[in-house]
Every structure is written in structure tokens, then in C-alpha cells.
């Protein structure tokens, strides 16, 4: 059988401006877990660290959408290139600010102007991956690449990150994802035949414009705020596991290995997505996501078993294959419930929901690591990955009954 992954990177374009995606959108697995380990390694609270964190990726998910929005109207060009001259100098400013201990006020100010500027590079992608190509079963194929480069960056990220910080300097990790992320988004926006048209950076015809935005939110429309805070749930089990790895890691005796323990869970969701893309399944899409939040409970619940940096990074790779394909049908879902000329701010409320989540669990699990250790980080993963199922199975009845505006997996009816 023909290699369906060959097969969409073919498309003109396609395979250069996804590379290029990839490494503008690194800096999502190196600046959060780097900022955790800049802070914590030169102010020695890892409250203060998830604090900082917290701003960073709650500024970057709540203001992405609206980035997002603006881009469906002026174009990605227009719009990234002044962007990514602020998040390059607020983050360096960042790494500054901490190196000189400075007042954790002033982190603050720099964390949100960084993530505030920082945009959704993964959306961008998607975009221009809905533009160029139409067929349903190649843009499943197309999304699911695109999962999988996300998890490749999980894997990466985290462990130069954590080295960078651990075995160089504490800034180091963050100072590297300015300077590698700045490359690709400018690599990725020289590229200029793949664009989206103007009004249309979602989807919109090949050689005009389509109908511009309105001014509701994509997130208000039908089904959308039940995918929003399904995947706010889903952000704060990745947020927690983050903070709690790297706090188990240090009990344990071995900080710098809390990178690769990461990278085990990315690994599980790398392997899932790959395998998930190659497949085209005739059950229902929505269906599909609440088995997969389901599965990536029961997986998370296994992590307050574990009593080695050995066993939880294997209960960590088989958990991770409930990843990729629940966030696959997610962006999929994203697609089918708002019109073309909404899906890049409907894919960056998606992404922005799990950075809310990411910034919660963060933030939780740092605060109770610090007054119960890192099993209590745990509890806090476990505790948002079953709300997020029972979200979801609640819910479940009403995605089922809504329409599609795309013909996509479809939300309602098999593929």
C-alpha cells in the first residue's frame, strides 16, 4: 500500500513549510519546562517557578486566539513577523531579568509580554495544510503528521531543555528555544506561495478570498465550549505531569534525567499518532475522543503506582499512546464545528485551551509538591484527567447531534 505520509508531503510546498513549523514551534516543549528550571534553579522555590511558567503559557493561550483571528484577516505574514520581534525580545528579556535575580514582578511582566506575542505556530500549520490540500482522508493524514511532529518536539524539547538547564546554565534551556524558534517561524514565513489568502488563512479558496470573519468568537459557536474546557482538563494533566516528573526526578536523586522521562510519555503519543494517521476508522469521531480521554485516565491513574524514574517512565510511554490520537480527533472536531473561515482561531482555542490547562496544572501541582511532595503533583494529573473524561462522556450526546460545517471525519456520522 501506498505511504500516505509520502503521499501528502508531496503536496508543493508541504514538506517545507511543515519542517519549518516544526522548529517555530519547539520553543511549546522547551519554554515552559525551561522557565520551571530557570526560576527553581535561580530562586530555589518551584512555586515561584510555576508562577512564572503560569503567566508565560496563560498570557500565550489566552491572547493566541485573538493572533489567530487577526491572521484570518490580515494574513500570517503581516501579522507574525512584528509579533515574533516581541516574543524574541521578551523572552530574552526574560532570561535576563531571572539571571540577575531579579523581582519576580519584573518575570512576570516579561512572561506575559513572551507569551502573550507568541502565537500558535501548530494552527498556522494546520491552516495551511486545510489550504492546499481538500481530500478528507489526506487532511486526516496531514493532521496526523502534524501530531506526531508535536510529540517529536515533546520528545526533544524537554530533554535539551532539561540538559541545557541542568548540565550548562538554568537559563540555557530557554535562551536556545528563543533562537531555535525564531529561525523556523522565519523560515516558515518566507514561505510565501503556501499562504492562506487573506480572510480565508483557515481554508478559503485557492485563488480569492472567502466571507471575512464575524465578530462572534469561534469558541462561543455550538460545540466549542465543550471541546474548550474538555481540553483545558486535558492541559492541566500535561501541566502537573511536567511540574511532578521533575520534582519525583529530584527526589529521587537524578533531576537532569526528568527530561527523558517526559520524553517517554511523547514517545507513547509519537508512535500512537504515526500509526493512528496511516488508518481511517469508520466509527464515529466523537466517540473516538472519549475513548481516548477515557484510556489516557486509567494511564494517568498509574503514574501514583510508581516508585522508580525506570517504571514511571514506562507507565509514562504506554499512557502517551492515548495522546495523539485524542488530540488528533480533537483538531478534527475543532474543523467540523465552526465554517473554513474560522478554523485558525478555532485550532488556536483548541491549542489555547490546553496551554490555560498546561498553566493550571503548573501552577497546582507546584504549589502541593511544595507542601506534600511530588506524589501530590500526581494527584492533581490524575484528578484533571478523569474530569476530563467525565466532561466528555456527559457531553458526549450533544456532539453527536451537531452538524458539521466541513467535510471532514465527520462529528456526527462515520467517516
Do not use: C
Not at 530562586?43 to 508562577?51: E, H, V, W
Not at 501530531?147 to 536556545?176: H, N, Q, R
Not at 499518532?273 to 484510556?295: D, K, N, P, Q, T
Not at 511544595?370 to 492533581?380: D, K
Amino acid at each position: 500500500m501506498p505511504n500516505p505520509y509520502a503521499d501528502v508531503l508531496r503536496v508543493p510546498g508541504a514538506a517545507a513549510f511543515s519542517a519549518a513549523g516544526a522548529l517555530a514551534r519547539l520553543p511549546q516543549s522547551m519554554v515552559g519546562i525551561g522557565t520551571v528550571l530557570m526560576v527553581e534553579g535561580l530562586y530555589g522555590s518551584y512555586a515561584a517557578a510555576g508562577r512564572v511558567s503560569g503567566v508565560l503559557v496563560i498570557a500565550q493561550a489566552l491572547l493566541s486566539p485573538q493572533v489567530a483571528r487577526w491572521v484570518d484577516r490580515s494574513g500570517q505574514r503581516r501579522v507574525l513577523l512584528p509579533m515574533l520581534a516581541l516574543t524574541t525580545l521578551s523572552l530574552t528579556a526574560l532570561v535576563v531579568a531571572a539571571w540577575l535575580r531579579a523581582p519576580e514582578a519584573l518575570l512576570w511582566l516579561f512572561a506575559l509580554l513572551g507569551g502573550g506575542s507568541q502565537g500558535s505556530y501548530g494552527s498556522y500549520v494546520r491552516a495551511r495544510w486545510s489550504h492546499v490540500v481538500r481530500e478528507p482522508k489526506r487532511l486526516h493524514t496531514a493532521y496526523s503528521l502534524e501530531s506526531a511532529v508535536d510529540e517529536l518536539g515533546f520528545i526533544i524539547g524537554p530533554v535539551l531543555a532539561t540538559t541545557l538547564a541542568t548540565a550548562v546554565l538554568p537559563p540555557a534551556g530557554v535562551a536556545v528555544a528563543v533562537v531555535v524558534g525564531g529561525a523556523g517561524a522565519l523560515m516558515f514565513l518566507a514561505q510565501r506561495r503556501t499562504e492562506p489568502p487573506l480572510a480565508a488563512a483557515a481554508s478559503g479558496d485557492r485563488i480569492g478570498t472567502v466571507r471575512a470573519p464575524g465578530r462572534r468568537s469561534a469558541v462561543l459557536m455550538p460545540g466549542m465550549p465543550v471541546l474548550a474546557v474538555t481540553f483545558v482538563a486535558m492541559g492541566t494533566i500535561f501541566g502537573a505531569s511536567d511540574v511532578a516528573t521533575v520534582a519525583f526526578a529530584q527526589e529521587q536523586g537524578n533531576q537532569g534525567l526528568s527530561g527523558l522521562i517526559l520524553a517517554a510519555f511523547a514517545l507513547g503519543s509519537l508512535v500512537a499518532g504515526l500509526v493512528y494517521g496511516a488508518l481511517h476508522l469508520r466509527s464515529s469521531l466523537s466517540v473516538r475522543f472519549v475513548i481516548g480521554l477515557v484510556g489516557l485516565a486509567a494511564g494517568v491513574s498509574l503514574f501514583l503506582v510508581t516508585h522508580s524514574l525506570l517504571s514511571l517512565a514506562a507507565v509514562m510511554s504506554v499512557t502517551g499512546l492515548a495522546i495523539a490520537p485524542t488530540i488528533i480527533n480533537g483538531n478534527a472536531m475543532a474543523q467540523a464545528l465552526v465554517p473554513p473561515e474560522r478554523l485558525t482561531e478555532a485550532l488556536a482555542w483548541v491549542s489555547a485551551a490546553l496551554g490555560v490547562g498546561a498553566s493550571l496544572g503548573s501552577w497546582l501541582a507546584g504549589t502541593r509538591i511544595e507542601e506534600a511532595g511530588a506524589a501530590a503533583g500526581f494527584h492533581v494529573a490524575m484528578g484533571a484527567a478523569w474530569a476530563s473524561a467525565l466532561i466528555a462522556l456527559v457531553t458526549l450526546p450533544l456532539l453527536r447531534r451537531l452538524r458539521p460545517h466541513q467535510q471532514v471525519q465527520d462529528v456526527t456520522e462515520p467517516a
